[in-house]
C-alpha cells in the first residue's frame, strides 16, 4: 500500500500537514549524510532532532545503515523531516518498501510521523543489535 496525498480527505490526521508528510530518519538518511542525507532533497525541510516517544523498539547495525526493529526495550535517536509527495516515493524506492523495509507513524518529540524498519529483522545475517538503556542511536563504523 503506498501513501498518496489524495487519502489526505480519508485520514483527519493529514488534514493539518499543509501537503508535507512528517518522516523520522534515523541513519543514512540523517542530515550530514554525503551520499543520501535528506538534505540532498530540494523539498525536504528539517523539523528538527527528534527520538520515539515509547520505549518499543531495537535498533540494528547492518553494516552501511541501520534498521530498527519493532520489537525492544529502546527509543530511537533521530530526526524528523517534511518532505513532498515526491520525495516521499523516491525514499520508499531507496528503503524498498514494502519488500525490504516497511513503515509505520510513530510518535516522535517533534509529533507523529512515518518511520521505516525492517520486520524480523533478525533473520538476516550479520546484524548487530544497538544495545543500551534509554535511547540508542545508529554511528556509522
Given amino acids: 500500500m503506498n501513501l498518496r ?18 518522516v523520522f530518519v534515523y541513519g543514512t538518511l540523517m542530515s550530514g549524510n554525503s551520499t543520501r542525507g535528506l538534505q540532498m532533497f530540494p523539498d525536504a525541510q528539517l523539523v528538527g532532532k527528534a527520538e ?29 523531516w517534511n518532505v513532498s509527495q515526491e520525495t ?9 518498501y514494502p519488500n525490504f523495509y516497511t513503515r509505520q507513524q510513530v510518535e516522535t518529540t517533534q509529533g507523529k510521523a512515518w518511520m ?12 548487530d543489535q544497538i544495545k543500551g538503556s534509554g535511547t540508542v542511536k545508529w554511528e556509522r563504523s
Avoid: C, H
Fill in 5 to 22: 496525498l489524495m487519502d489526505k480527505e480519508r485520514d483527519p490526521w493529514f488534514e493539518s500537514m499543509d501537503l508535507q508528510i512528517p
Fill in 52 to 80: 520515539t516517544k515509547k520505549a518499543n523498539f531495537s535498533l540494528w547495525d547492518l553494516g552501511n545503515f541501520p534498521a530498527v526493529g519493532i520489537k525492544g526495550n529502546n527509543k530511537i535517536q533521530g530526526e524528523v
Fill in 88 to 96: 516521499f516515493d523516491i525514499l520508499d524506492q531507496i528503503e524498498g
Fill in 116 to 127: 521505516y524498519y525492517i520486520p524480523n529483522v533478525t533473520d538476516y545475517e550479520g546484524v
